[in-house]
């Protein structure tokens, strides 16, 4: 009788129903917790927002400590935007990019905590030799956070071809074909490797100074983009010949390093031949 339900379907009802049972207090934890996994993106967009207002550097250019107001002047926002800084910072403040002192009279002293120690650009050169602010441009992205709204897309479609990425589905290229045709996403990409790659070079170079003790005499960094990492080996191993491979367009932009030879070529169809190959970072992006 197709009116009827089955005893099946009504036992699993019954088991579904059980199963999704919660309290009031159960439910509204849960919403609770549902909303904040949605809006988590708040955090890292009110970094970028941070990042690219140079909120670390006003804070260090006055001597670790900024009020509000300090803030305002230093980024130049519109004066009818103050109260909004406010609620930015205090997003940046609960995710531990910023600290904030109440002080006596009410007033909010905001400073730098070790994440954004590194964002600070402003300063001598050992600030900036840390400064990580072009990589938070790399990762908070719109070309890279587009791909990410594919990824039910990418798991389900039939035409998306099996060896494809999330990102080409996405934007119909790769990364590195949209980094080829665009200048500015190029620019955007290659100051946030150089950016990484000063910062892991100086922890690499002191902490693990044995690996660097058996190099050879040549060294072939593999899609070593600008040349930043081995530039620093080179720097610090004047002995070790050193050569960067990266694409041909990638080669073409990349500023004159009097201690390297740039090799323009493709990884998967040559790599030159060195006593050491260096191989930092070679992620396929999404
Ligand atoms: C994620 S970046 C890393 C750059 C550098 N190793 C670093 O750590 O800063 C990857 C690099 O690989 C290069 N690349 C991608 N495909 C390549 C290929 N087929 N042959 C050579 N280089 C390639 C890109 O142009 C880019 O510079």
Known sequence: NPTKPSIQHTMSSHVQEDELAMSSDELLQAQLELYHHSFVYVKSMALGAATDLRIADAIHLRGGAATLSDLAAHTGIHPTKFSHLRRLMRVLTTSGIFSADVKARGDTVYKLTRVSRLLVGAGGESSRRRDLSPMVGVFVNPVA???????????????????????EMAHGCTRWEMIAKDAGEGRVFNAGMAADSCLSMEILLKECSSVFGSLGSSLVDVG???????????????????????????????????????????????????????????????
């Open 145 to 167: 956070i587009a791909a990410l709204f594919s990824i039910r897309e990418w798991f389900t479609d039939e035409n998306s071809a099996a060896s494809s990425s999330l990102f």
């Open 224 to 286: 070593g983009a600008h040349g930043t990492a081995a530039a620093v080996v080179a720097k610090a191993f004047p002995h070790v010949k050193c050569t960067v491979l990266d694409l041909p367009r990638v080669v073409a932009g990349a500023p004159a390093h009097a201690n390297l030879t740039f090799v323009p070529g493709d990884m998967f169809e040559y790599i030159p031949p060195a006593d050491t190959v260096l191989l930092k970072v070679n992620i396929q992006p999404a």
